[in-house]
Each structure stands twice: as structure tokens, then as C-alpha cells.
């Protein structure tokens, strides 16, 4: 019996990652069995997997991967990989969390899905604002706090109370500001983390985008958390997005990660509606003079490279800020600001886009 064993090409395997997500695909749960023999080699090893999918580069990416990666293993023989194509079933997740295929929410028109690469570049101010001026300029829309581990829009739009359910189990969103709203975060209380594991997150996903009573919506935003995990895959596999709107800032560290999530919607055919450049600049109140913090043209550049359009750029502002944190997003609270007035623009380039 050769002396590799299961644990070893197991784990060679999790290095190999899902096209277009962060996940690999053991965790995934697409390696069904994993067979060593004595053969020509020292040590021959057998890997068979199940995947549902309708795009053959999947599998294809994933067995050559794979093969790459045993191929590493000192004393390996033989490596066959063997993959079991599927067809993804229509409505309910497969073992192991594998791809499913996106349809639409019904009575949404458009859905829009707002993300970013990394945590910390204003992604849900952005998706509240925007949802906001989307609103204003005369549309039902509704906005999706998809970020079950830090939900953050409940506190944008001053919300605490719990969601109703109808005789028939559907969940009544929140409204503030003429919007429809869900978010983990009218679910726990202030203090209470959302701790949940891979099958849990598909659970909560699903049922905010399909259990809620959205009704007749032009637009449903969702916040999707930072990154290209769990809920991410969840979605882009579920629902049939209109396309995504990716928030960076200048600064090169951000858009490296940007261009991270704009891959993953890419290798998943979701359209990439544009880009925002968020805390783009700062105007100093005393003298008006502007200050780029986190550089000055990240945002256009990485626009033209990803050959998308750059939405808008919004500045550093202190009403801003103050605006979210007492519940009232800044395009409601004051539609004169200059940060409200870019959002306006920007709902306003989205719509044509979409409508076109």
C-alpha cells in the first residue's frame, strides 16, 4: 500500500478553489470519494467528484486544477480525476453547497447587487444611499442587507423593530423612507452576533431574497458582504442579478480586492454595471480646499481597465457619517447635499443603463 494517504491529497485538493469564490471545493463537498491503489506508480490515486452545473469550464478548470495540485505530492503515481456532471436543480441547494441555477424574484425587475472586495470602503452607505436616490427619482425599490455577520442597515435607517409574518409564513419587510427593508440586524438584538455556519448562511440567504413579501419592486438592492464567500456564491447561483455595482476607494490596496470581486461576477456571467469610488476626496469646510486622503484617481483607472463605467465618486463628509449613524441616510435627510445630489446622479446612470 503506498504511503500517501487520504488526509494528504484531501488536502491538496482545499487549495483548489471554486472558479470565481474564495471556498475550496472539499469544503464545497465535491470530492465524493478519494480511492489510493497500488498500480504502475507508488502510489495511484483515484478522485471522484459530482458537480452541477450548465458551464462545462467548470469542470474542466476544476479536473486540471486538481490535477496540478496532487501532482505535487512526493511518491504520487498515477492521478485520475473523474468528475460527475449534474444538472443544477431549480430550487433547492444540492449537497455540499454546489451551484444552483439563477432565477428571478418574482415582481423584482431589476435586481442589483452592490459589493466590494474588502470591508471597510463605505459598501453600506453607498447601497443605502443609492437605494434612496433610486427611490427619489420614482421608483419602488427595496434594499437587502445580505451581510448577515455585520448587518448594518438597520442602524442607516433608524430601525429596530422585529418583521412581521403573514398567514402563510412570508416576512414583512421594514419601511422607512418609502423603501422596503430586511437585514439580519431587525432580527438580534444590538449586542448579539449572528453566529452561523455554511448550510445556516444558505438558509438566511434564501429567505430574505425568496420568503420576504417584496411585491412589485423596479429595484432590489442587495448589501452583499465583503468578499467572495458563502453568501456571495449563495446568490450569484440563486438569483438572476441584473448586474453589480463594485465600491472601492482610490487606494491601491482597496482595488486590488475590487478587482477580486469583479472577477468573480465576471467568471459567473453577471454583469458589472460600473464602479463607485467612495471617500474619493475630501473638502476641507474652512477654505474649500480638496484633500485626496486615500490617493486621486484609483477609481477612474481600474473603470477603464475593467472597461466599466466609473458611477460616480463621493467624498469624505461629515453629514454623511452623522446622517447614518442617527437612521436617516443623507440623500433623505438633506437632498441639497453634495454627496446626495452625486447619488442622485449616479441612481440616475444606473436607471439608463438597466432601462436600456
Not at 442597515?153 to 412570508?170: K, S, V, W, Y
Amino acid at each position: 500500500m503506498s504511503a500517501i494517504t487520504q488526509e494528504q491529497v484531501r488536502a491538496e485538493l482545499s487549495t483548489v478553489k471554486y472558479p470565481g469564490f474564495s471556498r475550496d471545493i472539499v469544503s464545497f463537498g465535491l470530492v465524493k470519494e478519494v480511492r489510493l491503489t497500488d498500480g504502475e506508480g507508488e502510489g495511484d490515486v483515484l478522485v471522484q467528484m459530482t458537480i452541477a452545473t450548465n458551464d462545462a469550464r467548470v469542470p474542466q478548470m476544476i479536473k486540471e486544477q486538481s490535477e496540478a495540485a496532487l501532482a505535487r505530492i512526493p511518491g504520487i503515481g498515477k492521478v485520475s480525476v473523474r468528475i460527475d456532471i449534474q444538472a443544477p436543480p431549480q430550487s433547492a441547494a444540492p449537497a455540499g453547497g454546489a451551484p444552483m441555477s439563477a432565477s428571478a424574484i418574482p415582481g423584482v425587475r431589476h435586481v442589483v447587487a452592490i459589493a466590494s472586495g474588502k470591508g471597510g470602503v463605505g459598501k453600506s452607505t453607498v447601497a443605502a444611499n443609492l437605494a434612496v436616490a433610486l427611490q427619489s427619482i420614482g421608483n419602488a425599490v427595496g434594499l437587502c442587507d445580505c451581510d448577515l455577520y455585520g448587518p448594518s442597515i438597520g442602524l442607516m435607517f433608524g430601525g429596530n423593530e422585529r418583521p412581521m409574518a403573514t398567514d402563510d409564513n412570508r416576512i414583512l419587510p421594514i419601511e422607512r423612507h418609502h423603501l422596503k427593508l430586511m437585514s439580519m440586524g431587525f432580527l438580534l438584538d444590538d449586542a448579539s452576533p449572528a453566529i452561523l455556519r455554511g448550510p445556516m448562511v444558505t438558509k438566511y440567504t434564501q429567505q430574505f431574497l425568496r420568503q420576504v413579501e417584496w411585491g412589485e419592486l423596479d429595484y432590489l438592492v442587495l448589501d452583499l458582504p465583503p468578499g467572495t464567500g458563502d453568501i456571495q456564491l449563495t446568490i450569484v447561483q440563486t438569483v438572476a442579478l441584473a448586474g453589480a455595482v463594485i465600491v472601492t476607494t482610490p487606494q491601491e490596496v482597496a482595488l486590488i480586492d475590487a478587482r477580486k470581486a469583479a472577477s468573480m461576477f465576471t467568471k459567473v456571467n453577471v454583469p458589472i454595471l460600473g464602479l463607485i469610488e467612495n471617500m474619493s476626496h475630501f473638502l476641507s469646510p474652512s477654505d474649500g480646499q480638496r484633500h485626496d486622503i486615500f490617493g486621486s484617481g484609483g477609481g477612474a483607472r481600474e473603470a477603464a481597465r475593467l472597461k466599466v463605467p466609473l458611477l460616480g465618486e463621493i467624498p469624505i463628509d461629515i453629514p454623511t457619517r452623522e446622517a447614518g449613524d442617527r437612521g436617516f441616510p443623507v440623500t433623505a435627510a438633506d437632498p441639497s447635499n453634495p454627496v446626495a445630489i452625486e447619488f442622485v446622479r449616479i441612481a440616475r446612470r444606473l436607471k439608463v443603463i438597466l432601462e436600456s
